[in-house]
C-alpha cells in the first residue's frame, strides 16, 4: 500500500504532522515503537508538571497559616503522587489516541528501518506482521534521548538520567543533579519540595546558562531560599560508591571536593535518536547535533523532512510541534511553508517559573546591539502581593533606536502564561510604546508588562523606573 505521507515518531513534531497532513487531505500512517506522544507526554513535559503541582500543593500547606488557614496533620503519600501523574500521562495518552483516530490516521506499532528514499521497513514483535511501507513523502520525528556524560561511575546503580527518575519509588533523602540547565533546576524544584536535600554541580560559570542574566541571579537568589545548593563552575570528575550510597568528586574553585548522596541525577541534555548507517544509505546529511534541514524541515534528500529533537534545532515540544506543521505542510500541500526560529519561547517550570522570548542582554552585548531595558518587581504588583507570590519580575529588552522589543523576560508566578504578549511582540516586531498603549486588566499579574513596557521610553505607575 502506497501512503502519501508517512511519519516515523508519534511524539509532538510526528503526531502535529501527521494530524495537519491528514487535515490537508493526506493519506497518512504514523508509525511509533513505544508509547504514543513521545519524551513530553510521557518522560518530559506532562509528567514533570504533574509532579511540580503535587510539590507546589505540599509547599503551599506548609505555609498555609500566611492565609489564615490551619491544617493539622498535614502529609503526602508519594504512591498516591506517583499514580496521579501516572493517570494523568494516561489520560493525555488516550486523546491523543483519539485524535488519531479521528483523523483518520492508520497507526503501526513497531521499529523502522529505511530501504529507499520512499520504501522503510516495520519492523514488530510478530515477524508475521512486519511488512514495507512505501511513502509518497517522509518525516523523521523520532526525537531524543538522555545524554549520559563519560563520567567514571556513571554506569552504578543510583545513577539515573531524566527518565529513570520519573519512576523512584520514593523520595531519596539526598540527591546531586549534574547540569544546571532546565531540567536539572526543574528536578531540584520537585524533590527539594518534598524534602530532598539537592546539591547541583554545573560546569558553566551560573545556573540556566541560555537564560537572561538577572533571571540567573534571581533564580540563584530562590534556590537558596529553597535550601538548595548551586555549585556552578564545578566539573564532576567520578562516581564511587559512598557511605550514603554515591560519593561524587567534583573539582570546585580548584580543590577537589566530595559530596554524598543516594542518588545523582544526570541531567546534562539530550541527543537526537538516528540510525546514522541508515542516512548514509540514502544520502541524508546530519551532524552530532542532529539530521540537517533547510528552512522548509526538508533533509539532503527530496521528499524526506525531519522534526523536532531529531533535528537538534530546539529541543522543546512546541518547537517541535510548529515544525511537525511546517513539514506537513510542505511534503503534502503548498509547499510555501518557512520555519522562523526568533520567537521561540523557552519556559522553565521552577518555583517560581521562569520564561522568556527573544534575544538576552548577554546576547545583546556580544552583538553589539544598543538596547534599552526595563524592569518591573512583581512586589509591586496588586495581584502578586494578593496571591502571596512577589518573587519574580518582568524585564523588556527593546531596541534603542526603533523601540520594538526584541527580548521579554519573566519570572514569577504564570510566568509560562504570561510570555504569550511577549511571543506576540517579538514575533511581529511591536514597539514599548504599542505594548504600554494596550490597556491591561487589573489586577492582573500582566498589569506586571503593561508597567514594563511603559518604563522602556516613559515613566512608570506603581514603581520607580528600573530603566538603563
Same mark, same amino acid.
Given at each position: 500500500?502506497?501512503?502519501?505521507?508517512?511519519?516515523?515518531?508519534?511524539?509532538?513534531?510526528?503526531?502535529?504532522?501527521?494530524?495537519?497532513?491528514?487535515?490537508?487531505?493526506?493519506?497518512?500512517?504514523?508509525?511509533?515503537?513505544?508509547?504514543?506522544?513521545?519524551? #513530553?507526554?510521557?518522560?518530559?513535559?506532562?509528567?514533570?508538571?504533574?509532579?511540580?503541582?503535587?510539590?507546589?500543593?505540599?509547599?503551599?500547606?506548609?505555609?498555609?497559616?500566611?492565609?489564615?488557614?490551619?491544617?493539622?496533620?498535614?502529609?503526602?503519600?508519594?504512591?498516591?503522587?506517583?499514580?496521579?501523574?501516572?493517570?494523568?500521562?494516561?489520560?493525555?495518552?488516550?486523546?491523543?489516541?483519539?485524535? !488519531?483516530?479521528?483523523?483518520?490516521?492508520?497507526?503501526?506499532?513497531?521499529?523502522?528501518?529505511?530501504?529507499?528514499?520512499?520504501?522503510?521497513?516495520?519492523?514488530?514483535?510478530?515477524?508475521?506482521?512486519?511488512?514495507?511501507?512505501?511513502?509518497?513523502?517522509?518525516?523523521?520525528?523520532?526525537?531524543?534521548?538522555?545524554?549520559?556524560?563519560?563520567?567514571?561511575?556513571?554506569?552504578? *546503580?543510583?545513577?539515573?538520567?531524566?527518565?529513570?527518575?520519573?519512576?523512584?519509588?520514593?523520595?531519596?533523602?539526598?540527591?546531586?543533579?549534574?547540569? *544546571?540547565?532546565?531540567?536539572?533546576?526543574?528536578?531540584?524544584?520537585?524533590?527539594?519540595?518534598?524534602? #530532598?536535600?539537592?546539591?547541583?554541580?554545573?560546569?558553566?560559570?551560573?545556573?540556566?546558562?541560555? #537564560?537572561?542574566?538577572?533571571?540567573?541571579?534571581?533564580?540563584?537568589?530562590?534556590?537558596?531560599?529553597?535550601?538548595?545548593?548551586?555549585?556552578?563552575?564545578?566539573?564532576?570528575?567520578?562516581?564511587?560508591?559512598?557511605?550514603?550510597?554515591?560519593?561524587?568528586?567534583?573539582?570546585?574553585?580548584?580543590?577537589?571536593?566530595?559530596?554524598?548522596?543516594?542518588?545523582?541525577?544526570?541531567?546534562?541534555?539530550?541527543?537526537?535518536?538516528?540510525?546514522?548507517?541508515?542516512?548514509?544509505?540514502?544520502?541524508?546529511?546530519?551532524?552530532?547535533?542532529?539530521?540537517?534541514?533547510?528552512?522548509?524541515?526538508?533533509?539532503?534528500?527530496?521528499?524526506?523532512?525531519?522534526?523536532?529533537?531529531?533535528?537538534?534545532?530546539?529541543?522543546?515540544?512546541?518547537?517541535?510541534?510548529?515544525?511537525?506543521?511546517? *513539514?506537513?505542510?510542505?511534503?503534502?500541500?503548498?509547499?510555501?511553508?518557512? @520555519?522562523?526560529?526568533?520567537? !521561540?519561547?523557552?519556559?522553565?517550570?521552577?518555583?517560581?517559573? !521562569?520564561?522568556?522570548?527573544?534575544?538576552?542582554?548577554?546576547?545583546?552585548?556580544?552583538?553589539?546591539?544598543?538596547?534599552?531595558?526595563?524592569?518591573?518587581?512583581?512586589?509591586?504588583?496588586?495581584?502578586?502581593?494578593?496571591?502571596?507570590?512577589?518573587?519574580?519580575?518582568?524585564?523588556?529588552?527593546?531596541?534603542?533606536?526603533?523601540?520594538?522589543?526584541?527580548?521579554?523576560?519573566?519570572?514569577?508566578?504564570?510566568?509560562?502564561?504570561?510570555?504569550?504578549?511577549? !511571543?506576540?511582540?517579538?514575533?511581529?516586531?511591536?514597539?514599548?510604546?504599542?505594548?504600554?498603549? #494596550?490597556?491591561?486588566?487589573?489586577?492582573?499579574?500582566?498589569?506586571?508588562?503593561?508597567?514594563?513596557? @511603559?518604563?522602556?521610553?516613559?515613566?512608570?505607575?506603581?514603581?520607580?523606573? @528600573?530603566?538603563?
Amino acid at each position: 500500500m502506497t501512503y502519501q505521507l508517512c511519519v516515523i515518531g508519534a511524539g509532538s513534531g510526528g503526531y502535529s504532522a501527521a494530524i495537519k497532513a491528514a487535515q490537508l487531505g493526506a493519506k497518512v500512517i504514523l508509525i511509533e515503537k513505544d508509547n504514543l506522544g513521545g519524551v #513530553c507526554m510521557n518522560k518530559g513535559c506532562i509528567p514533570t508538571k504533574t509532579l511540580l503541582k503535587s510539590a507546589e500543593k505540599w509547599q503551599e500547606v506548609q505555609n498555609i497559616k500566611e492565609f489564615g488557614v490551619f491544617v493539622e496533620r498535614a502529609g503526602y503519600d508519594w504512591e498516591k503522587v506517583m499514580e496521579r501523574k501516572n493517570n494523568v500521562v494516561y489520560q493525555m495518552r488516550k486523546g491523543l489516541e483519539k485524535l !488519531i483516530k479521528l483523523n483518520k490516521i492508520e497507526l503501526a506499532v513497531g521499529k523502522v528501518r529505511f530501504i529507499s528514499k520512499n520504501t522503510i521497513r516495520l519492523i514488530t514483535d510478530n515477524p508475521d506482521q512486519e511488512r514495507n511501507i512505501t511513502a509518497e513523502k517522509i518525516i523523521i520525528a523520532t526525537g531524543s534521548e538522555p545524554f549520559v556524560p563519560p563520567i567514571p561511575g556513571a554506569d552504578l *546503580a543510583g545513577v539515573i538520567t531524566s527518565d529513570d527518575v520519573l519512576q523512584l519509588d520514593e523520595v531519596p533523602g539526598s540527591m546531586v543533579i549534574v547540569g *544546571a540547565g532546565a531540567v536539572g533546576v526543574e528536578f531540584a524544584g520537585i524533590y527539594a519540595g518534598f524534602g #530532598c536535600m539537592i546539591t547541583i554541580v554545573e560546569m558553566a560559570s551560573a545556573i540556566l546558562p541560555l #537564560c537572561d542574566v538577572d533571571m540567573q541571579k534571581r533564580m540563584g537568589l530562590s534556590l537558596r531560599k529553597q535550601h538548595i545548593t548551586a555549585k556552578t563552575g564545578a566539573a564532576v570528575k567520578a562516581v564511587t560508591r559512598g557511605s550514603n550510597g554515591l560519593s561524587v568528586t567534583i573539582e570546585y574553585k580548584g580543590k577537589e571536593e566530595i559530596i554524598e548522596a543516594e542518588k545523582v541525577l544526570l541531567a546534562v541534555g539530550r541527543k537526537p535518536v538516528f540510525a546514522s548507517e541508515e542516512l548514509d544509505e540514502i544520502g541524508i546529511s546530519y551532524t552530532r547535533k542532529g539530521i540537517v534541514v533547510n528552512e522548509k524541515m526538508e533533509t539532503s534528500v527530496q521528499g524526506i523532512y525531519a522534526v523536532g529533537d531529531v533535528t537538534g534545532l530546539s529541543m522543546l515540544a512546541h518547537s517541535a510541534s510548529h515544525q511537525g506543521l511546517i *513539514a506537513a505542510v510542505n511534503a503534502v500541500g503548498d509547499g510555501e511553508a518557512v @520555519m522562523h526560529y526568533n520567537a !521561540i519561547p523557552s519556559c522553565i517550570f521552577t518555583q517560581p517559573e !521562569i520564561a522568556q522570548v527573544g534575544m538576552t542582554e548577554q546576547e545583546c552585548e556580544k552583538n553589539g546591539r544598543k538596547i534599552v531595558t526595563s524592569k518591573f518587581n512583581f512586589m509591586a504588583n496588586g495581584k502578586a502581593v494578593s496571591m502571596g507570590e512577589t518573587e519574580g519580575l518582568v524585564k523588556l529588552i527593546a531596541d534603542s533606536q526603533t523601540h520594538k522589543l526584541i527580548g521579554v523576560h519573566i519570572m514569577g508566578a504564570h510566568a509560562s502564561d504570561l510570555i504569550a504578549e511577549g !511571543i506576540v511582540a517579538v514575533q511581529n516586531g511591536l514597539t514599548a510604546e504599542e505594548i504600554a498603549a #494596550c490597556i491591561h486588566p487589573h489586577p492582573t499579574l500582566s498589569e506586571a508588562v503593561g508597567e514594563a513596557a @511603559m518604563g522602556l521610553f516613559g515613566n512608570m505607575i506603581h514603581q520607580i523606573n @528600573m530603566k538603563r
